[in-house]
């Protein structure tokens, strides 16, 4: 099967791509690395809080990908919904492991911020900071739910397929998170550069 131009992968969707890489089409899978190794990262930097790992997670649950790529089977599961279970798998296994030795995000060097001031841009960094710390002090699965619903901004049926719980575990598990983070940032409002009006 000859390889398809760039411009038509570029309008498939995630479970076509993964198929015609299954196939032998080299481009579908650089284009699928494109298009979902970045949010693998973030999802796994805000889970597991240190970059490094991040990035060996985000690399390992995209080489779990390409292995059972001939095996998937379309329209059973989203192919991001699979790999966002697989990823925190994969933080859930890491931070077991390293259970103690948890570093915050707070400890890493952030991404370049486009912002046009840098007092603003150390605003952000400091709120960012802010809430890594603070969701580092959730419970796992209350992290994971608020992470997904309010980082990665997905659906509570797609969070619960991707944590193997119902909707309304969900909601109970967002919920708790959201009141906790309110609670453990609620003394530094003034300093995060929110003021009550």
């Known amino acids: 099967m000859p390889d398809m131009p760039l411009d038509a992968l570029s309008n498939l969707n995630d479970d076509a791509l993964l198929v015609l890489y299954a196939n032998g089409d ?6 699928l690395t494109d298009r979902l190794g970045p949010r693998v990262y ?12 991040a990035e060996d997670i985000a690399q390992e649950a995209m080489l779990r990908l390409w292995r059972m790529a001939p095996d998937w089977r379309p329209g059973e599961a989203k192919v991001t919904t699979w790999l966002y279970r697989v990823t925190a798998n994969l933080c859930t296994d890491r931070l077991r492991k390293a259970r103690g030795g948890h570093k915050g995000l707070d ?9 046009p001031s840098a007092a603003q841009a150390m ?7 802010a809430l890594d710390a603070a969701l580092g002090q959730l419970p796992e699965r209350q992290r994971q739910a608020v992470v ?3 980082i990665e901004g997905l659906a509570n049926p797609e969070i619960a397929e991707i944590m193997e719980i119902s909707a309304e575990a969900v909601e109970s598990l967002t919920a708790r998170g959201k009141r906790a983070l309110t609670a453990i940032l609620a003394d530094r409002r003034e300093e995060l550069g929110y003021r009550d009006e």
């Open 26 to 31: 080299p481009a579908a899978a650089r284009l």
């Open 42 to 53: 973030a999802h796994a930097a805000r889970l597991i809080g240190d970059r490094s790992e």
């Open 107 to 115: 400890e890493a060097a952030d991404p370049a911020d486009d912002s």
């Open 123 to 129: 605003q952000d960094k400091h709120r960012r900071a």
């Open 148 to 150: 997904l619903r309010h």
